[in-house]
């Protein structure tokens, strides 16, 4: 039997390909509201990150997620990522 091949995606802080099931999905939603999609299911479009909070800080530092999303995001949003992973980790 053939064994399925994995999605990879690349994250956007560390710019290493991994499996789609080991980074968490940052989605910009339809109605423009940027959050955390651990399920990998929310509609919007999608960016990923690995599941460290490392990488969230070099994507702020590099502005990753307003190249990805092709818009401007603010300070605020990155601080609100930020506390949102924080509360989920615990």
């Known amino acids: 039997m053939q064994q399925r091949k994995k999605p990879q995606r690349q994250c956007i802080g560390c710019r290493e ?13 339809p ?4 959050v955390i999609d651990r ?3 929310k509609n919007g479009r999608g960016a990923y990150l690995c599941d460290c909070e490392d990488c969230l800080k070099k ?13 401007n995001v603010p300070e605020g949003t990155y ?7 924080n509360h989920d980790t615990e």
């Not at 789609?20 to 940052?26: A, G, T, V």
């Not at 109605?31 to 940027?34: H, V």
Request: no cysteine; net charge positive.
């Open 31 to 34: 109605e423009g509201d940027i």
């Open 59 to 71: 994507a702020k530092k590099s502005n990753a997620l307003s190249r990805s999303f092709r818009m």
């Open 79 to 85: 601080l609100e990522l930020e506390r949102q992973w």
């Open 39 to 41: 399920t990998g299911r």
């Open 17 to 29: 390909s991994k499996d789609k099931q080991d980074l968490i999905r940052i989605v910009k939603t």
